[in-house]
């Protein structure tokens, strides 16, 4: 995974993934979720952002023979998330989640 994020273009800030395999308790009927956080002022669907994220998408999920789930974010809407002092997906993300690539979010 780790390799294959250098091709994507712009670089993430932060790619990091969650639930069953970050717990450690997928098998090959579960999906990969994926956080993917785009750096601040590229839109979700612009280009040459979105082929590439897909291109890295369609690669891990072909090694891994499991479909990939991405939930995109943007580093301030991540902060702003994050700011919020109460139970959350996005809380959950960080405090179960395993880093793969960018900046660890533990420094945000």
Same mark, same amino acid.
């Given at each position: 995974?780790?390799?294959?994020? +250098?091709? $994507?273009?712009?670089?993430? !800030?932060? /790619? @990091?993934?969650?639930?069953?395999? !970050? @717990?450690?308790?997928?098998?090959?009927? @579960? %999906? /990969? %979720?994926?956080? /993917?956080? *785009?750096?601040?002022?590229?839109?979700? &669907?612009?280009?040459?952002?979105?082929?590439?994220?897909? !291109?890295?998408?369609?690669?891990?999920? #072909?090694?891994? +023979?499991?479909?990939?789930? $991405?939930? &995109? +974010?943007? #580093? +301030?809407?991540? *902060?702003? *998330?994050?700011? $919020?002092?109460?139970?959350?997906?996005?809380?959950? $993300?960080?405090?179960?989640?395993?880093?793969?690539?960018?900046?660890?979010? !533990?420094?945000?």
């Amino acid at each position: 995974m780790v390799d294959l994020a +250098t091709s $994507i273009d712009p670089a993430p !800030a932060n /790619i @990091r993934l969650f639930g069953s395999v !970050a @717990r450690g308790v997928s098998d090959w009927k @579960r %999906d /990969i %979720d994926v956080l /993917i956080v *785009r750096p601040d002022g590229i839109e979700e &669907f612009s280009e040459p952002w979105f082929s590439s994220v897909d !291109a890295w998408r369609e690669s891990v999920a #072909e090694l891994a +023979t499991n479909r990939v789930e $991405i939930l &995109f +974010t943007s #580093e +301030t809407e991540l *902060r702003v *998330r994050l700011a $919020i002092d109460e139970p959350s997906v996005w809380r959950e $993300i960080l405090v179960q989640g395993r880093h793969v690539f960018g900046a660890e979010l !533990a420094t945000w």
